[in-house]
């Protein structure tokens, strides 16, 4: 169990959550913590690449040894692929719309998209926007071209908070979520690990750290022949809308 949540949470009300589920509420507890008092129309976007696959791992194999009847439930009750903003919804008490999105491509920008339409029509000013996913051992092998960083094969779990422009310092402003036109018939490579959900809001938040990313960084995510072209800035200071 992990040791930080202890501090949020008993140990039984955490003991059917496991490893994925409880890397994503620690993730989403902290960036709320940083943010500060939340609204009460808070939104809440999840994005994953290929869910909760040490789950369904144990529910497939307790289903190939004990038959239909004998599957385990706990497992089956975490392999849906909402189960991460669900919890999040419930720990944290959301009253605002909740949206998972699950595909191994573009999750990101059409999570962001979502994001920007909900901000933009006045449903809510402020969304709880992350990302998680397992690395798993295959995933080597599903992705052999990932060099930028080193699989750990543990959960992984980002998130930040995304307001309308004008609010207070230390948020993303979402600036642009865009599909750019294909400029040749040439497919770029399949994505790889270090492109999945998680590493692509890793990536945004550089913006709030200027040694790194400066105040504003523009990333592209990629899929099958498919570009989508994300911009993001820091907030600067001001009154919170």
């Not at 009253?95 to 491509?105: A, E, H, I, W």
Request: contains cysteine; hydrophobic residues 40%.
């Amino acid at each position: 169990m992990n040791e930080a949540l202890k501090t949020y949470y008993s140990p039984l009300k955490l003991r059917r959550l496991d490893a994925y589920l409880q890397t994503a509420l620690l993730a989403a507890k902290l960036a709320l913590e940083a943010y500060g008092e939340p609204p009460i129309d808070l939104g809440l976007i999840v994005c994953t690449g290929y869910g909760p696959m040490p789950a369904t791992n144990v529910f497939m194999d307790s289903f190939l040894d004990f038959g239909p009847q004998g599957a385990s439930p706990t497992a089956f009750s975490q392999t849906v692929h909402n189960v991460a903003a669900s919890t999040i919804s419930m720990f944290l008490d959301f009253q605002g719309p909740v949206l998972s999105v699950s595909q191994p491509g573009l999750a990101c920008s059409s999570a962001l998209l979502t994001a920007q339409s909900w901000i933009g029509q006045g449903l809510v000013k402020t969304v709880l926007f992350g990302a998680v996913d397992d690395a798993q051992p295959f995933l080597r092998l599903l992705f052999p071209q990932c060099k930028q960083s080193k699989i750990t094969y543990d959960p992984i779990a980002t998130f930040v908070v995304l307001t309308k422009r004008h609010a207070t310092q230390g948020l993303l402003e979402l600036v642009e979520v865009g599909f750019p036109s294909p400029t040749s018939n040439t497919k770029p490579p399949p994505t790889h690990a270090c492109s999945t959900p998680a590493w692509i809001v890793t990536q945004l938040l550089s913006a709030l750290d200027p040694s790194q990313g400066g105040r504003k960084i523009s990333i592209k995510e990629t899929w099958n022949g498919l570009t989508a072209a994300i911009c993001v800035r820091a907030t600067a200071s001001g009154d919170r809308s």
